[in-house]
């Protein structure tokens, strides 16, 4: 069996649609159930709908074979897997945002309220910055405004949610998509058929990454 | 003395099938009787897996480690004879680190090591004592084997810059060629240069049907020898059971300070990690001022004991 861990919401479906036109479909997929589980024997395919910032770590663990995860979780986690596509979706960048007027002095400590630790660190690390990570699990965005940071580390879309709380992008890290990720262990032993796949998703991506 | 193997656990049925195998070609059992002061791990900590290590006051006031590592403590220990082979094996508990708990952990590790006139049969047999370990333990294994210095070479047609080739590794060593391209063109590098590395990354099976794709590859790049000497080293597997296991596949890196050479991972069906690496290390006897030639690997027990049918296998019966 070929287990694809998907990430839960709108970008999961999306991946689905390229996975089932690339070849590799699951109809019960689409049927609206609670399950987080779908099977198609006849092709010999396990997905399974896991929260986005967990995909790395069932690809990892050997859980999934493949799964589809954003670039900003491989790289907070890091996990040892091979990235064997960009599939050009889901695209927004990693930023630094503070409230409009702020200045760094330099004294003290900044204050970094992040979703994504690892990230805020190696960024400000190689900067020869001090930072106090404060570590959220969202709304990241009003945490400058109740004083709890200085500044935040957060993933940016369009920028609306940021402009809406008075923060505005002061530094850019880098740029965010989907990508295919896939077991080391795994592409020893189900190398052709994840080949197929990433061949006939390259079709899809061509023009997108 | 007559023991009755049914006393035995799974951890140790496999240890005594691997110390067999290796004792079988000559490979004498080397045992760490004693720790080594942590200075000397912290000079070298990139060479180990994790660079946490425990440490001890020795009774002289001296600090210590708590091994985190067999293969430093062997070379440190043993004579630099060049001209000699000495060939050992071992299975000791070592202490680390795991990535997966971020706790330290006692770990079993098997293995063995070469060193000395370490010469192309040399690495052939390391090589065949690699794939006969990861047989021990299934019948359904890899052996992944890349060769460093044509790595190396394909980086260096890139740029000399260190620090960009260095950067290179990490997404060398997850196929994501996209992220090879983009990092060429961060750094200034032209992308087109990437392309023969993007190639070589792409170059990967079974290593009968690989080395003359790859032979083509490096032509015009004065990699004759290194051809040559992976040639040499995996013919130990032509007309064998195990060649359709052995693959080559240039995703395989490790620390070149310290590698050199052939290096290799073992997988296993059903593990979702390497169960096993090793290569050529001459590059840390340089460091440690050693004239000898290395190549050694370890096994990782604790994750073979992982495996449901552990124990089922003949070679353990």
């Known amino acids: 069996v070929l287990n694809i861990a998907l990430p839960k919401g709108r970008l999961g479906d999306t991946v689905y649609d390229m996975f089932e036109a690339a070849g590799f479909p699951c109809p019960d997929i689409r049927a609206n159930s609670r399950r987080l589980i779908f099977e198609n024997p006849a092709e010999d395919l396990r997905f399974f709908a896991v929260k986005p910032m967990d995909v790395a770590i069932y690809v990892e663990r050997g859980a999934a074979d493949v799964g589809v995860v954003g670039k900003d979780v491989l790289a907070e986690f890091s996990p040892e897997i091979y990235e064997l596509l960009d599939l050009g979706i889901g695209r927004c960048r990693m930023a630094v945002a503070a409230p409009a007027g702020f200045r760094d002095t330099g004294r003290g400590a900044l204050r970094v309220a992040t979703k994504y630790p690892a990230v805020a660190r190696d960024w400000y690390a190689a900067r020869g910055r001090d930072i106090d990570v404060i570590r959220l699990n969202g709304s990241i965005e009003i945490a400058p405004k109740l004083g709890l940071s200085d500044v935040i580390v957060d993933i940016v879309e369009t920028g609306a949610t940021l402009r809406e709380n008075g923060l505005a992008v002061i530094e850019d890290l880098f740029p965010i998509s989907a990508r295919l990720i896939v077991n080391k262990a795994s592409y020893k032993f189900k190398g052709e058929r994840i080949d197929r796949l990433v061949r006939e998703l390259s079709r899809q991506t061509e023009g997108k990454a | ?317």
């Open chain 2, 1 to 317: 003395m007559n023991i009755d193997l049914n006393v035995l656990d799974r951890l140790e049925k496999l240890t005594y099938a691997l110390r067999t195998v290796y004792m079988g070609k000559g490979y004498a059992r080397y045992r760490l009787g004693k720790f080594e002061e942590y200075d000397f791990y912290s000079r070298n900590k990139d060479f180990l897996i994790s660079d946490n290590v425990i440490t001890f006051m020795d009774t002289n006031g001296k600090l210590m480690a708590l091994k985190p590592d067999v293969t430093l403590a062997i070379v440190k220990n043993l004579p630099d004879e060049p001209e000699t082979l000495h060939k050992l094996c071992y299975d000791e508990n070592v202490y680390r680190v795991s990535r997966t708990t971020n706790s330290f952990m006692e770990i079993m590790q098997a293995g063995l090591e070469c060193i000395g006139a370490v010469d192309t049969a040399c690495v052939g047999e390391v090589l065949s004592l690699a794939a006969a370990s990861l047989a021990v333990c299934s019948g359904d294994y890899i052996l992944e084997v890349s060769q460093l210095d044509i790595l190396e070479a394909f980086l260096s047609a890139i740029s000399d810059d260190r620090e960009l080739k260095t950067a290179l590794l990490k997404p060398v060593s997850e196929k994501n060629l996209h992220g090879v391209t983009a990092l060429c063109r961060e750094s200034g590098a032209e992308a087109e240069k990437a392309e023969p590395l993007c190639r070589l990354l792409k170059l990967s099976g079974p290593y009968g049907r690989v080395l003359p794709e790859l032979e083509a590859l490096c032509a015009h790049r004065g990699l004759e020898k290194e051809l040559s000497d992976l040639r040499g080293a995996l013919s130990v597997f032509d007309g064998t059971a195990a060649a359709d296991r052995v693959v080559l596949d240039f995703s395989a890196v490790s620390n070149m300070n310290y590698y050199n050479g052939v290096i290799f991972q073992g997988f296993i069906s059903s593990l979702p990690g390497s169960v096993l690496s090793g290569g050529q290390y001459d590059n840390l006897m340089r460091r440690l001022r050693r004239r000898s030639g290395a190549v050694g690997f370890a096994v990782y027990l604790d994750q073979i004991e992982r495996l449901e049918n552990l124990g089922e296998e003949d070679a353990l019966c």
